[in-house]
Nanobody
Framework: QVQLVESGGGLVQAGGSLRLSCAASGSIFGINAMGWYRQAPGKQRELVARISGGGGADYADTVKGRFTVSRDIAKMTVALQMNVLKPEDTGVYYC??????????WGQGTQVTVSS
């Protein structure tokens, strides 16, 4: 069974940076989009950044200019570079791969905590 595994979360002070990475434990065929979501305490999961199959990237308005999503198609990995972190960026970050015809795969989540 294919699993997505995130890494790179942790505790950082406001203004600092973190880099999240996500890798698949097996082969996933027909990947369409790869991206990152987050869920803050008491809030719904929200899209942070996503790369479409064509390579275009979308970002939540709250992270534009601070976060950068990138991918390595051959390695089936996706990364999220997070700069100028704010306390409101705190939450559990999940990577997700959507496929054509096989639904979506999700990681188990990695905690990001930004202290003020």
């Amino acid at each position: 069974q294919v699993q997505l595994v995130e890494s790179g979360g942790g505790l950082v002070q406001a203004g600092g940076s973190l880099r999240l990475s996500c890798a698949a434990s097996g082969s996933i065929f027909g990947i369409n989009a790869m991206g990152w979501y987050r869920q803050a305490p008491g809030k719904q999961r929200e899209l942070v950044a996503r790369i479409s199959g064509g390579g275009g990237a979308d970002y939540a308005d709250t992270v534009k200019g601070r976060f950068t999503v990138s991918r390595d198609i051959a390695k089936m990995t996706v990364a999220l570079q997070m700069n100028v972190l704010k306390p409101e960026d705190t939450g559990v970050y999940y990577c997700s791969y959507s496929t054509i015809g096989r639904g979506s795969f999700w990681g188990q989540g990695t905690q990001v905590t930004v202290s003020s």
